[in-house]
């Protein structure tokens, strides 16, 4: 029995590790918006912004995992990056976000993980702050974690995310490509009737607006009726929310990190992430009652950094004009629905605790449906 169960974990490791034989939806053809990605269509194309991913595949019932997103290389507690969180639908768990709310500013890496774990990234990161040279003195610290619940695949009572994951994450944590899909903190999420998971996208301004970079991370884990370039997906697929014949769940929830060089500070950051989280329409999502909605904007800019260390009582900032933003806005749509979409088709079908199975997006299916449309680009 136990070579049976090491078996199939070493197949379901082999089967996230396939995650990257599939194709993002940019390089299927499928291209929403009319803004340009960044060089690799990733948050990470703002610069200094770092990812890091621990999965934990175990036995027949983990799958999850824990997310971290880095604002820049630095040190995080006394170089400060405004930051603003908008809420679409608060049913959620998230820590942390009261703080950033009222003073408009993210003192550490933000945190993902399933919705019983968030205490433990906290504790995490909480510790590696507190671990940093030059905190020896600190009392206080505000570590910001967001969740997705992911126990249709995960034995999420469990609680099997452990301090040495979190810290996993975060030594994993680097500048480049993005791994995406059933990974971190999206190895047991569901999408729009299909295996979600860790997505991203970008996109760069002209230099007449700015050539400033948005990009955006999500952990995908919410339901409605797949959209895809305006193609009806799910309904061709009868995949969706109150199709008749489809055991279908759409509450869930999805996080959505957006990062951006330009010079904002939070009360256009908290502007920035309402429009991302119009991104979720565009691909068919719609907020239900049970689906926790949340989006953490901020800004790396040198311009606008927070610093402790500033004497005084007043802190100088160069700031974007509210006239200058709309570019940044169309800049969020798109690259959150594009992350979401990537999220999709990175993701690989996974089964999990009580032998339940969530099937990844069907992408040769997909993409008959787009030609079906005229709406691949080949």
Do not use: C
């Not at 774990?117 to 505000?142: C, F, K, W």
């Not at 999408?191 to 760069?204: E, N, V």
């Not at 079908?349 to 032998?355: A, L, Q």
């Amino acid at each position: 029995m136990r070579l049976f169960f090491l078996l199939l974990t070493s197949i379901l490791f082999l089967q996230t590790a396939h995650s990257q034989e599939r194709q993002r939806a940019r390089d299927l053809g499928i291209k929403p918006g009319i803004l340009t990605p960044g060089p690799l269509n990733a948050i990470t194309d703002v610069e200094g912004v770092k990812v890091g991913h621990r999965t934990i595949i175990e036995g027949e019932n983990i799958r999850t995992g824990v997310t971290m997103i880095f604002p820049h290389d630095g040190d995080l507690f006394k170089s400060r990056v405004p930051a603003a969180v908008y809420v679409g639908n608060g049913f959620g768990k998230a820590l942390g976000f009261t703080q950033v709310q009222e003073l408009g500013e993210l003192e550490t890496p933000i945190g993902l993980t399933n919705t019983l774990s968030i205490h433990t990234v906290a504790n995490g990161i909480t510790d590696y702050m507190l671990q940093q040279p030059g905190n020896e003195n600190v009392r206080s610290v505000n570590p910001v974690v967001g969740e997705t619940n992911d126990g249709w695949l995960n034995d999420i009572r469990g609680r099997h995310v452990t301090m040495e994951h979190v810290f996993d994450a975060i030594e994993n944590a680097k500048i480049g490509p993005v791994e995406e899909g059933s990974v971190g903190a999206g190895t047991g999420t569901s999408a729009l009737g299909f295996k979600g998971g860790i997505g991203t996208s970008s996109r760069t301004l002209p230099e007449k607006h700015g050539g400033y970079t948005v990009g955006v991370l999500v952990q995908s884990n919410f339901g409605g009726v797949l959209t895809i370039n305006g193609a009806p997906v799910g309904e061709e697929l009868e995949n969706h929310y109150m199709a008749s014949d489809v055991p279908y769940d759409v509450d869930g929830s999805v996080m959505i990190i957006v990062a951006t060089d330009a010079p904002l500070l939070s009360r256009n950051l908290e502007r920035l992430a309402k429009r991302a989280f119009l991104g979720i329409s565009r691909v068919g999502g719609f907020a239900s009652n049970g689906s926790g909605d949340y989006v953490i904007a901020f800004s790396t800019s040198e311009d606008v950094r927070i610093s402790t260390r500033s004497s005084g009582s007043t802190q100088d900032y160069t700031e974007l004009n509210n006239s200058a933003t709309t570019p940044l806005f169309l800049a969020a749509v798109e690259a959150t629905e594009e992350a979401i979409l990537n999220s999709l088709f990175m993701a690989t079908t996974i089964t999990g605790d009580r032998g339940n199975t969530q099937q990844a997006l069907p992408i040769d299916q997909v993409l008959d449906i787009m030609r079906k449309y005229n709406l691949l680009k080949e």
